[in-house]
């Protein structure tokens, strides 16, 4: 409603009527405004309420969220100190094998260094008894022949023993070249007959 102003003045003319009718208005309108505020006030327990239990569903999902997060995290955590220990006995498992790996390749090396040293020893002593036995069959053959040569010895010395008497002593000049032509009567020629 347009009211126009006093000059000099602070004061505004209002129509009577229109106030009236405004005024109508407004008391028309009151007991519906009143109305609805009573609702709003009724329902202001039962809206907030309601504001208070979605809250609080907000922040248990929100708890339930951060619980499983870190049930999560847990977990992850829990796997890596798994992983961490698996690696670690694996590491050890490892380890353990290759130093039974070596300690075997260690227990073959000196079974097999023992064991050429007793075939060495067991060559040597087979070839100390080869010789020994060549020796003794060298000597045995070398006494046999000594025996043998002995005994020819024995019958050339015999033989000529028993030839000396019937040799004549050696001639000088002349005569030796007559003795050694073989006379009638001599060995050289019964040995022709």
């Known amino acids: ?6 000059p000099l003045s602070r004061r505004t003319l209002i129509d009577e009527e229109q106030l009236l009718e405004q005024l109508d208005l407004i008391r ?15 329902h202001k327990e039962e809206i907030l309420l309601h504001a208070e239990q979605y809250a609080q569903e907000i922040i248990e ?14 977990i992850v955590r829990q ?3 798994e992983a961490q220990q698996i690696r670690q006995r694996v590491q050890q498992e490892c ?8 300690a075997e390749l260690e227990r073959m090396r000196r079974q097999a260094q023992q064991e050429l040293e007793e075939m060495h020893r067991l060559a040597m002593e087979e070839c100390e008894e080869i010789q020994a036995g060549a020796d003794e069959y060298a000597d045995r053959v070398l006494k046999e022949m000594e025996h043998q040569l002995t005994e020819m010895m024995r ?16 001639m000088r000049g002349r005569d030796a070249g007559a003795s050694m032509r073989p006379s009638a009567g001599s060995k050289g020629d019964r040995s022709k007959n």
């Open 61 to 74: 999902n929100a708890e339930r969220q951060a619980a499983q997060i870190l049930n999560e995290m847990g």
């Open 95 to 102: 380890e353990a094998a290759k130093e039974q790996t070596i």
């Open 28 to 42: 028309l309108s009151l007991p519906e405004a009143f109305h609805e505020a009573e609702d709003v006030v009724r």
């Open 79 to 81: 796997a890596e100190v």
């Open 155 to 170: 019958v050339v010395r015999n033989g000529r023993q028993q030839l000396q008497p019937n040799l004549e002593p050696p």
């Open 1 to 6: 409603m347009d009211s126009p102003r006093i």
